[in-house]
């Protein structure tokens, strides 16, 4: 039987990947749009190049997510095949502890970020530039809390995410 906490845990990881899915799927389409009508048409939508560009950014925040979520982000695992045991985990929450630490200082930069655009008034695709920029502030600090929780609990896998363990 499943506790309500590992439901919600679980709605939550399928929602974060449906997300970026849908994204990833939209801009697909989106470009391959644009070069349709650019190539047969000689014309083409004036505001998917910048609504493509913010898209990308959404799709790398939510993507750094899901990879923290799965133990998959990217890192430099060189030391912990030499160390193991009590020093490798420390090392692991010495290190997941830092990304933590820097990823809140980039969500508090930001907010900053953030507050430059709100009152100027531009906009994306007819989206205020403060409101496609707030996925750095929000991403960041959910990536923060992430890594933060992930380093005291297990890691999801022992192996390396690219790499096959050394002998």
Same mark, same amino acid.
């Given at each position: 039987m499943?506790?309500?906490?590992a439901?919600?845990?679980r709605w939550?990881?399928r929602?974060?990947?449906g997300l ?6 939209a801009?697909?389409?989106l ?12 014309s083409?939508?004036s505001?998917?190049d910048?609504?493509l560009?913010a898209?990308? /950014?959404? &799709? +790398?925040m939510l993507? $750094? ?10 890192g !430099? @695992? ?5 160390v193991h ?11 997941l /502890?830092? &990304? +933590?630490a820097?990823? $809140?200082?980039?969500a ?5 970020l953030?507050? !430059? @655009?709100?009152g100027?008034?531009t ?8 409101a496609i ?10 990536? $923060? ?6 380093a005291f609990l ?11 363990e050394?002998?």
């Amino acid at each position: 039987m499943t506790t309500p906490g590992a439901t919600l845990v679980r709605w939550i990881e399928r929602v974060e990947t449906g997300l970026v899915a849908a994204l990833v799927f939209a801009m697909v389409v989106l470009a391959g749009a644009q070069i349709v009508l650019r190539n047969a048409f000689e014309s083409g939508l004036s505001w998917a190049d910048p609504l493509l560009r913010a898209m990308v /950014l959404w &799709a +790398a925040m939510l993507g $750094a997510l899901a990879a923290a979520r799965d133990d998959k982000h990217i890192g !430099l @695992d060189l030391v912990t095949h030499f160390v193991h045991g009590r020093a490798r985990r420390l090392l692991r929450v010495v290190t997941l /502890l830092f &990304a +933590a630490a820097v990823s $809140a200082m980039m969500a508090w930069h930001g907010v900053g970020l953030v507050r !430059l @655009d709100y009152g100027a008034g531009t906009a994306t695709a007819g989206i205020p530039n403060w409101a496609i920029e707030a996925i750095v502030p929000v991403g960041f600090g959910l990536l $923060a809390l992430r890594l933060a929780l992930r380093a005291f609990l297990p890691p999801r896998s022992d192996a390396p995410a690219l790499a096959p363990e050394l002998p």
